[in-house]
């Protein structure tokens, strides 16, 4: 249960909250991210887990995989994305179920 709403200011807030946010890692001519590594661990694992499930069996998931891929990126980028935006959606829905349940 989220025992403060009042933390989820935005859904980039939850992304650090979860351990999801993009940071730079970027050298040189390379522009790349990593992930913000503090925050929940079991947050982060549970949407490692709906990431790594939506991938191999969501068909708008392998079809972003495939336009990735081409564009150049690893897979350890490709799961980054994917865990920040399942990060959005369930910061959205989490917004909404909390407004729903305050007088």
């Known amino acids: 249960p989220l025992r403060n709403p009042g933390r989820l200011k935005s859904e980039s807030s939850f992304a650090h909250l979860c351990g999801v946010a993009p940071i730079p890692a970027s050298s040189g001519k390379t ?22 499930v939506r991938l191999r069996y969501s068909d708008n998931a392998r079809s972003y995989v495939q336009r990735r891929t ?34």
Not at 31 to 48: E, P, S, V, Y
Not at 73 to 80: A, G, L, N, Q, V
Not at 81 to 102: F, G, H, I, M, W
């Open 31 to 52: 522009t790349r991210h990593r992930l913000h590594r503090g925050g929940d661990r079991r947050a982060n694992q549970a949407l490692h887990t709906g990431a790594i």
């Open 70 to 103: 081409s564009e150049g990126k690893s897979m350890p980028e490709i799961i980054r994305c994917q865990k920040r935006y399942l990060a959005r959606e369930v910061s959205t829905a989490l917004r909404r179920d909390c407004r729903a349940l305050t007088p």
